[in-house]
Each structure stands twice: as structure tokens, then as C-alpha cells.
């Protein structure tokens, strides 16, 4: 019943920039982290940028300095702000959360259906 829904993908021109968004929705009473990986053509899905509950954040090598991840706890929602584009962030971005939600007595990794990013040089 939980979903994790992505929004802002699309073509960027190098350089540019683009917002990314991720809701958490169906009766969700708990988000612990939230964050984004992404997945190139013949690479395996790799982190990108992770952000805890109290907004401790964790970014990749490859998207440090350029990438911003934010949260809205009162809303359920992740954002990945990407500034600076590079052909290489090509790939297509997954949101995930780690929700609790009853009648789990743990909290649980959700992923959202991905969106794909493009970076045109």
C-alpha cells in the first residue's frame, strides 16, 4: 500500500540543472532515511545521496558539491536538487525510503518506479 512516487525527470542540457521529487504516500506513519540511487546503461544502481530523519546527509563522490538532497517531514518527500550536469549523470534516478508502517514491526525499504534522467552534451 505504500508508494513512492518520482517527479522531475526529463532531458537537461550539460551544465544545467534540474529537481527531482519523491512523496511517500498510503498510510505511512514513519520515515527513518529517504534518498535516491540511479542506475546507468551497463552499470549497476549506485547511491547517490541519502538523508536521515533528522537530515544527517550522506552524497556519492560523484555528485558531491553539485548535488543537494532535502527533505519536507510534514510532507513525506525527498528532493534531489542537480546542479551543474554532467553527460555521466545520465541514468535513471530511484527514490527509496525506510518507512514502518503497521502491522510491520520494523521498518522496511520501499523504492519508487524510477525516472529517467538525460544530460545532452
Known amino acids: 500500500q505504500v508508494q513512492l512516487v518520482e517527479s522531475g525527470g526529463g532531458l537537461v542540457q550539460a551544465g544545467g540543472s534540474q529537481r527531482l521529487s519523491c512523496a511517500a504516500s498510503g498510510g505511512v506513519f514513519s520515515i527513518n532515511a529517504m534518498g535516491w540511487y540511479r542506475q546507468a546503461q551497463g552499470k549497476q544502481r549506485e547511491l547517490v545521496a541519502t538523508i536521515t530523519d533528522l537530515a544527517f546527509t550522506n552524497y556519492s563522490d560523484a555528485v558531491k558539491g553539485r548535488f543537494t538532497i532535502s527533505r519536507h517531514n510534514a510532507k513525506n518527500t525527498v528532493y534531489l536538487q542537480m546542479n551543474r550536469v554532467k553527460p555521466e549523470d545520465t541514468a535513471v534516478y530511484y527514490c527509496?525510503?525506510?518507512?514502518?508502517?503497521?502491522?510491520?514491526?520494523?521498518?522496511?525499504?520501499?523504492w519508487g518506479q524510477g525516472t529517467q534522467v538525460t544530460v545532452s552534451s
Open positions: 527509496y525510503a525506510e518507512i514502518w508502517r503497521p502491522p510491520s514491526t520494523t521498518y522496511r525499504d520501499y
